[in-house]
């Protein structure tokens, strides 16, 4: 993962989470969900190995099936609650186990994330799809980590996954007939939103700044920060320039409108007093009868 944040935010398992135990095969969609025993799975009911068709015929209630999904989940974005969405309804009655990896591991086999563990942690517990949370999650789950959570499946894209020396580190999931494939969304991930900010440098340094971050917060140096305050300065007068052009384009507009319409409205009165004025001056007007009565008279 590329970027690298830390501070805010970082208190939030710490503040919430070490309380959270698990509440049974289901929860209400107003709670969190919990965050699993370091102990594992416990239960009085016995743990019987399911095949897939069993899972997908469907289980009693008091016993789901347990599937389980693991990640990074730094941005925590749509295409991962697709991926969750799908995991929890694979089969009828399942409950969801989400594994998220430490920084630690993180930058170990992937690189630097966005945000911190905690905040990880925390952002999937408030996603409606997932049942319980394990924290620090192994990057290679181990026979022991799957009897451990009784883990039944597991449910992953299926494109192979080569890291940690392996080329997939979902292969011995497969071959053990343990793995149930999701499909990913297409057009969103973590790596893409920080390319679309890394892309934009600028322009989100600039809105921050608009929002009240420091060049400090933001390792901005003083020389950027001016430029990017005289940039500002820039753009607004542009924009006031722009906003006087178009109000000026609107009053020569309306001015032309009653030129034009003053004009029409004299050529109307002209041709209207020309009437009048033969009416009453011309050959035939009321005037020249009159006067010749007149002569008559006389």
């Not at 942690?121 to 181990?142: F, G, I, K, M, Q």
């Not at 009048?276 to 011309?282: A, D, E, P, R, Y």
């Amino acid at each position: 993962m590329a970027g690298k944040r830390r501070g805010r935010g970082s208190n939030v398992q710490q503040q919430n989470g070490p309380q959270r135990q698990s509440r049974g095969p289901h929860r209400a969609l107003r709670e969190p969900a919990a965050f699993a025993k370091s102990t594992g799975y416990e239960s009085e009911i016995p743990h019987e190995k399911l095949t897939i068709a069993q899972a997908r015929r469907g289980t009693p209630a008091h016993r789901p099936v347990r599937v389980y999904a693991d990640g990074i989940f730094d941005l925590f974005h749509s295409g991962h609650a697709r991926a969750l969405m799908q995991a929890k309804t694979v089969f009828p009655n399942t409950f969801l186990i989400v594994g998220v990896c430490s920084d630690e591991l993180t930058l170990k086999f992937k690189g630097y994330t966005v945000m911190t563990e905690d905040e990880r942690y925390d952002a999937l517990t408030h996603c409606r799809y997932v049942d319980e949370v394990v924290r620090d999650a192994p990057w290679s789950l181990s026979t022991e980590f799957l009897k451990k959570h009784k883990i039944d499946f597991v449910a992953h894209d299926d494109i192979p996954y080569t890291s940690a020396g392996s080329d997939d580190v979902y292969k011995h999931i497969k071959e053990a007939g343990m793995f149930v494939a999701t499909q990913r969304t297409e057009g969103i991930s973590t790596s893409d939103l920080i390319t679309r900010i890394v892309r934009d440098y600028d322009i989100y340094v600039r809105r921050n700044l608009q929002r009240g971050y420091t060049a400090r917060e933001l390792n901005v140096g003083f020389i950027n920060e001016k430029k990017y305050l005289l940039q500002e300065q820039v753009d607004k007068m542009k924009e006031t320039v722009r906003t006087v052009e178009e109000k000026s384009k609107h009053f020569v507009y309306k001015v032309e409108e009653k030129s034009q319409d003053l004009i029409h409205k004299w050529e109307e009165k002209s041709r209207e007093f020309i009437c009048n004025f033969l009416k009453l001056f011309g050959p035939d007007g009321t005037w020249a009868s009159a006067l010749l009565h007149s002569f008559t008279f006389f």
